[in-house]
């Protein structure tokens, strides 16, 4: 059984993903009674950390906004707004769900190498996103950090992040860390260059450098480490995202593009890992 979450989900989802279902946004009148949108997730047991457990922290690579687009005729900005809703109601679906912590992967240092237009319109979102819903995250419990290089940020949007941390700094309900120019590459690289100079410094010494340590200098060391990793659009890989701390994390590779993932497929994939056996490398008991 899978460390930390009790099963109650009875999931049709698979690691390597599942077949593909319509979403409400595409058919809201002509669903059937096995469409996934059409589940009401109060009615799913949610899987809950057990006593025992701390945390429960999924990490989400939200794929598919550009190709969900596409395939309606729409600009690539269609579908990174839709994504925006998205968003939306996956973090408000998280404490029904056991869900602890959220790091969802927004933009990536090798993002930056897509159109201009299209990054425009990405960092505008980011703005919207922050000023529409930083009231209900407060109101809601839900604290957010942001793990990432923020120095090719505009200098408006880093100060719009630095509010909404100290604004939700307080709170525990639901802790939602947001990716923005992140990459894990480049994290590793940032975190050996501190332990360096520390090193250099006189402050630390070589053999004092252990797992533990290189983990708390990383962008997320006030993080506890995913449990559970998440990537819509069918695709099957971590494109640079929490390369360290994914060691012992479990994968769902969920076909549904990031817009057409709903509270009922993020409430399968949750079904998925906790029927999962979580060994850490030894045997089962």
Known sequence: MSAGIKPGVNSGLSAAGASEH??????????????????DTAAFQSPVPDAGAQSFHVAIIMDGNGRWARARGLPRIAGHRQGVEAVREIVKACPDLGVTHLTLYAFSTENW?????????????????????????????????????????DQDLRAMMAQIEARTAGNSRLTIAIALNYGARSEMVQAARSLAEQVAQGTLAPEDITEARLGAALYTGALPDPDLIIRTSGEQRLSNFLLWQCAYSEFVFAPEAWPDFTPAHFARAIGSFSQRERRYGAVSG
């Open 22 to 39: 319509a979403s409400p946004r595409d058919c809201q009148n002509d669903q059937t009674p096995n469409d996934p949108a059409k589940i």
């Open 113 to 153: 190498r897509r159109p201009p237009l299209e990054v425009m319109a990405l960092m505008d979102l980011f703005r919207l996103y922050l000023r529409r819903e930083a009231n209900a995250l407060v109101r809601d419990g839900v604290r957010v950090v942001f793990i990432g290089d923020p120095s090719p940020l």
